[in-house]
Every structure is written in C-alpha cells, then in structure tokens.
C-alpha cells in the first residue's frame, strides 16, 4: 500500500542563489557541566552557603568554520562525542553558540527526531497540524499540502484514529510525512532513517532525493561511511570539536580510516 | 509573529482538548468541581467561624474561583515548559509559547466555571449589576500576573526538580493570605496593612465585587493591581527569556 511515488514533487519554486545558504563562522560551543549534578533546590542553597559549586569546561565545538553551498550534500563524520549532534542543535537553533555566528538564509527542516511533540491521545491529523506549527509553518499552507501529506504516509484510514494505536513504523512514517510536507532550503538529517518497511523507505529517499535535485542544501550526519560516500559532495571530519578535515568525501573518509587505524584521534 | 500567534492557539486548544479527554465527566466536571467546592466550604467556614457575610457562597466562590485559576495555571506552566524541554532541545520554538497557551486555556476554563456561579447567584436572588461587563477584564489582569509568577517559578523549575514542591506550599499560605475564604475585617487592624502588599487581594477584588458587591472596583485598586500584573509579567517574562541560554545548555 505504500508503493506510489509522488508524482507532483511537493515543491515550491526552488530559490537558488549564488550565496551560502548556511554558514558557520567560528562557531564555539562549550558546556560547563557541574562535577557533581545537583537537583534539588534546598541542596542549591546548603551548597552555595557552603562551599562552591565545581565546574568543567568541555569544547564541544571550537572555532569551526564552514561554508555550504547551494544544492550541496555535506556528510559530517567523527567518533561519538565528537560534536556532531552539537553542530546540528547550532544549525537548527536550538542552541546559541557560545562565540561566532550562525548564518541560515531560507527555510531550514530538521530530520532528527521525527515526531517532536506528538501526543497519544489525539488524532493523527490533530498531531499533523500540532507538528507543524511547531515545525514554524502555517495552518492555511499546511490545509494546502494536507493530502498529500496523508497519501505520502499511506495512513488515510487511521488518519482520525489516536495515534495511541499507531504501530511504531506508522508513527515513523507520520513524522516523516509532516517534517518532509515542505521543501526546505536547508535540511538536516541525523542518520538516514532506518523507518518502516523496504518500501517507505525507498519512498523517504525518493523524497530526499527530490529535495535536493531542486535545490535543498543538506547536512547528513551518518556513522554510515558507504552512505556518505553514495550521497555527500564533500565531508567535514569533526575530531574533538574542530575540524580535522573538510573536502572531497573520498579524501577525508580515506584520512578518517587512517587515522582511525593508527589511533591517532 | 502570525506563525507564533497561531502555534500559542493550537497549543492551547490542544491543552483543552486533552484535559477534558482525560476526565469521564469532560466539561461537566468544570461545572460541577466548584459547586461542590463552594458548598463544603461555605457551611463550614459560615458555621464554624460565622462571618457576617451575607449571601457568603458567592463572596467565597467568585474569590475561590480566581485562586484556582492561579493555583492551576501557575503549576501547569511549570510542569509544560519542564516538559517542553524535550522538545525545545530538538526543534527551535520559544518556551514562552507553552505558558501563554497555558494561561489561555485555563482563561477558558475559569470562564466555564464562572456559569454555577451565576447559577447560585439566580437561586440566592442576587443581584445581578452592570458592573458584571468588568469580569473579563479583571480576569485577563489575572491571567497576565499568573503568567509573570508561572515564568518566574518555572526558571527556578527548570533547575531544581523539588522547586515545584517549595511553590506548592507557597501556594497554599498564599490562599490563606488572601481575603478569599474570610473577609478583611477578620483580620486585626494592626496587620492589615501587611495584608495590602498582597497582589492577588487586589485582582480579586477587580473580579469579586461585580459579583458581590454589583460594584466596579475602585478605580485606586484596578491602578494597583495593573502594575502588579504588568510589573510581574515583565520581571518573569525577563529573568526567563534571559535564562534560555542556560536552559538550551542544561538539557
């Protein structure tokens, strides 16, 4: 039931422009994380009387400076904790960098956790609009794309039933269908989805795909180096928060392995 | 702005949809909680401590209702933007959204709830005033104070877990201080003056005396209690918005 390919692309006219549509200029996060977790308010007040609360510094990201350009496929690779998901939380906004700038032109998808917000006990259409709103877009363009929404998720007969009922692939493939409704100009993905059955997710790619040959800038963060280098026009090695090496995906994945072997990072 | 505007309308709109999924009694409950309410407290408090309060139950229940608008939106915008953290750590959306939509949600409530009360105002034969036409206006003054305190309470929710627990027993001395259950004159003269730095006498005061008295209230306490409001929403509204770095670096 899931076998239709879209055939009207769910694009508005693709903006393609000469400039970056992302930018990171020496961009720094870092976390002071407490030696020690405190949550309750009374021990806050005991400690601050009595002695100082300790805290580390950690870099989760330092001075990293990058330009995507237009139409681009950037894979981003490192070992876990190398701030990967902290470059993603920059980019969508969610988190202000501690020093330099974050530059977006256009409208920008994050695929990172589909289904941000959903709520069990309403409807799967309740939780369409819910999602995106939330996702920033507007009742009236959403009321415009909603069948095709519906169709793409191949949920016509649930549609108004609690999503309390929903199996976990009917779920993934609802939050896929709300987050992908619109062509962003940017769009972030962490980990390419392992969602539903063979079929949905030829059809997630198809959309991906379809994004990006209209001109949608993406960010693939994978730890699966074959996916990367089928998709990515260049990659970024992140190695403790910095750059290690950005360039040609064969290029840097080959300095990457190597350095991998030798244990250097 | 539109986008936020509509997401806060959503977001409320959802928040009264599931309270009322959650209970069996829906909306009927609403209607019925305060009645309840009303009826056990009034025959114990003009028994036990006889009050010359004539026509008391409405006295107490237009206070009464205004409280547990404070009471419910204060916790519960602690308990969404705690649980919007979540949320607010994957996609960017303003926390603040979740606690106006709050606010507006319970705004509805309470005004469903004002109905019994009007229904026991009917049945007592009180009079009904023209000075009714200023209720919603007292309420949105309510609503703007809870919002500031529910910010304000929610900073300190973030970071502490037993906040929540501190604010609750805050919450409880904060009805006993306020003329709500009892009148002012109860209250010795020599504290009295204690009792006026309380923000909440004078709300109730913008709301209760249409009901009670058939009475705008003075133009003196509508002065004081909008700079409550204001004052308390733009101090809340400051010390959260200017927290949501360390809040973005907590989760």
């Given at each position: 039931m899931t076998t239709t390919v879209e055939s009207k692309p769910a694009t508005l006219a693709p903006s393609i422009s000469l400039e970056a549509p992302l930018e990171l200029a020496d961009v720094s996060?870092?976390?002071?994380?407490?030696?020690?977790?405190?949550?309750?308010?009374?021990?806050?007040?005991?400690?601050?009387?009595?002695?100082?609360?300790?805290?580390?510094?950690l870099w989760a990201l330092k001075e990293v400076?990058?330009?995507?350009?237009?139409?681009?496929?950037?894979?981003?690779?490192?070992?876990?904790?190398?701030?990967?998901?902290?470059?993603?939380?920059?980019?969508?906004?969610?988190l202000q960098p501690t020093s330099g700038r974050v530059v977006i032109k256009g409208d920008l998808a994050p695929l990172l956790e589909l289904g941000a917000g959903f709520h069990f006990d309403l409807t799967g259409r309740?939780?369409?609009?819910?999602?995106?709103?939330?996702?920033?877009?507007?009742?009236?363009?959403?009321?415009?794309?909603?069948?095709?929404?519906?169709?793409?998720?191949?949920?016509?007969?649930?549609?108004?039933?609690?999503?309390?009922?929903?199996?976990?692939?009917?779920?993934?493939?609802?939050?896929f269908a709300v987050a992908t409704m619109f062509r962003p100009d940017i769009l972030l993905i962490d980990e390419i989805l392992a969602v539903g059955d063979a079929a949905f997710q030829d059809k997630c790619l198809n959309r991906i795909e379809e994004f990006r040959?209209?001109?949608?800038?993406?960010?693939?963060?994978?730890?699966?180096?074959?996916?990367?280098?089928?998709?990515?026009?260049?990659?970024?090695?992140l190695d403790q928060g910095r750059v290690a090496a950005i360039g040609k995906t064969q290029e840097v994945l080959d300095r990457y392995f190597e350095a991998l072997s030798i244990g250097q990072t | 702005m539109g986008r936020?505007?509509?997401?806060?309308?959503?977001?409320?709109?959802?928040?009264?949809?599931?309270?009322?999924?959650?209970?069996?009694?829906?909306?009927?409950?609403?209607?019925?909680?305060?009645?309840?309410?009303?009826?056990?407290?009034?025959?114990?408090?003009?028994?036990?401590?006889?009050?010359q309060i004539e026509n008391y139950p409405i006295y107490l229940l237009s206070g009464l209702l205004l409280f547990d608008f404070f009471n419910r939106s204060t916790l519960q915008i602690v308990e969404e933007i705690v649980e919007s953290q979540g949320l607010a750590s994957r996609i960017y959306v303003p926390r603040t959204v979740f606690a106006v939509a709050t606010v507006l949600s319970y705004l509805l409530s309470w005004a469903i709830?004002?109905?019994?009360?009007?229904?026991?105002?009917?049945?007592?034969?009180?009079?009904?005033?023209?000075?009714?036409?200023?209720?919603?206006?007292?309420?949105?003054?309510?609503?703007?104070?809870?919002?500031?305190?529910?910010?304000?309470?929610?900073?300190?929710?973030i970071s502490f877990h037993d906040f929540k627990?501190?604010?609750?027993?805050?919450?409880?001395?904060?009805?006993?201080?306020?003329?709500?259950?009892?009148?002012?004159?109860?209250?010795?003269?020599?504290?009295?003056?204690?009792?006026?730095?309380?923000?909440?006498l004078y709300l109730c005061s913008t709301v209760r005396d249409p009901f009670f008295l058939g009475e705008v209230a003075p133009l003196e306490v509508w002065l004081v209690a909008i700079t409550f409001s204001v004052g308390t929403l733009g101090l809340g509204w400051w010390v959260f918005t200017s927290r949501r770095r360390a809040f973005d670096y907590h989760s």
């Open positions: 996060v870092r976390f002071d994380i407490p030696t020690e977790r405190i949550l309750s308010f009374k021990e806050y007040v005991l400690r601050r009387l009595t002695s100082k609360i300790e805290r580390r510094e400076d990058v330009k995507v350009n237009s139409g681009e496929v950037l894979g981003v690779i490192g070992r876990n904790g190398a701030g990967k998901s902290t470059l993603l939380k920059v980019v969508s906004r969610v309740e939780n369409v609009y819910l999602n995106a709103a939330l996702l920033g877009h507007r009742r009236k363009d959403v009321d415009d794309r909603l069948n095709l929404a519906i169709e793409f998720s191949g949920l016509r007969e649930f549609f108004d039933v609690p999503i309390r009922n929903y199996s976990s692939g009917m779920l993934a493939r609802l939050g040959s209209s001109g949608t800038t993406i960010l693939l963060v994978s730890h699966q180096y074959h996916e990367i280098a089928q998709h990515c026009d260049r990659a970024l090695w | 936020l505007r509509e997401l806060v309308v959503l977001w409320a709109g959802r928040n009264i949809k599931l309270r009322y999924k959650r209970s069996a009694l829906g909306i009927l409950w609403t209607l019925l909680e305060p009645l309840m309410l009303m009826t056990i407290l009034s025959v114990v408090f003009s028994q036990l401590f006889r009050f709830a004002l109905i019994p009360l009007l229904i026991i105002m009917l049945v007592l034969g009180h009079p009904f005033s023209i000075a009714l036409v200023t209720v919603p206006a007292g309420m949105v003054l309510t609503g703007l104070f809870a919002l500031g305190i529910g910010l304000l309470v929610a900073t300190l929710g627990l501190t604010y609750q027993v805050l919450l409880t001395a904060w009805l006993y201080a306020t003329p709500i259950i009892y009148p002012i004159e109860v209250v010795p003269e020599e504290y009295r003056h204690w009792f006026m730095l309380n923000p909440l």
